[in-house]
């Protein structure tokens, strides 16, 4: 199970940090990523972080400004975000990569899902 939490409503230029809480599964295995999805689009990658935190990679469009960090011990993994656009409004899902699955940026590589959470960003 995953719940992500954090999400609300921002000016432009604000921060923001999105949490995501898991049970049920070996967290500290699975690599976990973070993907949003506003109305009318299909969802997108935001950002991933391997199993164990060493290794990120994110979306041009958020590379600078979001950062993905993750906690094993406390099962969780976080969304740093910082100068907030407008165009950052949208449902953020956290997502989680099985091992038994290679590592990815694509939606079919992750197994579980939260529920999302709404992050709406104004100008």
């Known amino acids: 199970q995953l719940q992500a939490s954090g999400g609300g409503l921002v000016q432009a230029g604000d921060s923001l940090r999105l949490s995501c809480a898991t049970s049920?599964?070996?967290?500290?295995?699975?690599?976990m990523a973070w993907f949003r999805q506003t109305p009318g689009k299909e969802r997108e990658f935001v950002a991933t972080?391997?199993?164990?935190?060493?290794?990120?990679y994110y979306a041009e469009s958020v590379k600078g400004r979001f950062t993905i960090s993750r906690d094993n011990a406390k099962n969780t993994v976080y969304l740093q975000m910082n100068s907030l656009k407008p165009e950052d409004t949208a449902v953020y899902y956290c997502?989680?990569?099985?091992?038994?699955?290679?590592?990815?940026?694509?939606?079919?590589?992750?197994?579980?899902w939260g529920q999302g959470t709404l992050v709406t960003v104004s100008s």
């Open positions: 997502a989680a990569n099985p091992p038994s699955t290679n590592w990815g940026i694509t939606e079919s590589k992750y197994t579980y």
């Open positions: 049920g599964f070996t967290f500290s295995t699975y690599a």
């Open positions: 972080i391997s199993w164990g935190g060493g290794s990120q």
